[in-house]
């Protein structure tokens, strides 16, 4: 069974940073991809950036410049660098990871407070 466990939210003020990081475990077939969804409260879940292993990243237009994806593909990791946190980037984080059999998986989520 595959597992996502997600760390490194936190409660932060506009304009500060954090890392978050995602490690899947269990048995992985071939995985086609890792990335980051988010859910603020009353919203849908967006897609916030997506690492393929071999492709273009994809971030979302209001994450451009300031999030950054990034894989360690010995580890199954995933990490999602987030500068000048905005109030609206609180969210719930969650990690995903698709495989080339297109079964998807996800963690249970961090929480993301950018208050003053």
């Known amino acids: 069974q595959v597992q996502l466990v997600e760390s490194g939210g936190d409660l932060v003020q506009p304009g500060g940073s954090l890392r978050l990081a995602c490690t899947a475990s269990?048995?992985?077939?071939?995985?086609?991809?890792m990335g980051w969804y988010r859910q603020a409260p009353g919203n849908e879940s967006e897609l916030v950036a997506v690492r393929p292993t071999v492709g273009t990243i994809k971030y979302a237009n209001s994450v451009q410049g300031r999030f950054s994806v990034s894989r360690d593909f010995v580890k199954t990791a995933v990490y999602l660098q987030i500068n000048n946190l905005k109030p609206e980037d609180t969210a719930i984080y969650y990690c995903?990871?698709?495989?080339?059999?297109?079964?998807?998986?996800w963690g249970s989520g961090t929480q993301v407070t950018v208050s003053a």
């Open positions: 995903y990871l698709k495989t080339y059999s297109s079964d998807e998986y």
């Open positions: 269990g048995i992985i077939p071939g995985i086609y991809s």
